[in-house]
């Protein structure tokens, strides 16, 4: 775990079956712990959600099981965004490989990669998490707080 994040100040956990709505209530708990919705973290937080949610869903999903979100703010003010869901065979690419440019797909870890501070894979008992960081030092960067 990115030691920037292991104080927790807050966390938001829910289970979701439809990646429109994990995105639309981490952008709601992002607001509500200071991070304005339009901003640059925001967005930038909001775009890892969906990507990672799109991934559980699509690639990481077993039948009649819902995907995990869970949201942690740092008391240094790093997010830490974690998706989690329950297959443990189909392992995301930690570095990531272009998709060739016809492809409908391929590119959702590219964009996490380059959005996020840190990103990586936890196993679990069953399934996997995908987590991904902004770091404070981000945030002070673009004074969005």
Known sequence: MNTETTTCKAEFVQRFTAT???RRLAVQQFDAWD????????????HIVAELAANAVTRGRVSGRDFELRLLLSTSGALRIEVSDT?????????????TPDAESGRGLL????????????????GKTVWA???ARAIAHF???
Not at 87 to 99: D, G, H, K, M, Q
Not at 111 to 123: I, K, N, S, Y
Request: aromatic share 6%; glycine share 6%; proline share 10%.
């Open 87 to 99: 297959r443990t065979e189909r392992l995301p690419l930690l570095v990531p490989e272009p998709a």
């Open 35 to 46: 991070y304005v919705y339009g901003t640059h973290v925001s967005d930038t937080a909001a």
């Open 20 to 22: 429109r709505l994990a």
């Open 111 to 126: 964009l996490v990669d380059a959005l996020a501070d840190d990103w990586g894979v936890t196993p679990r008992p069953v």
């Open 133 to 135: 960081t902004v770091s």
């Open 143 to 145: 004074g969005l707080r």
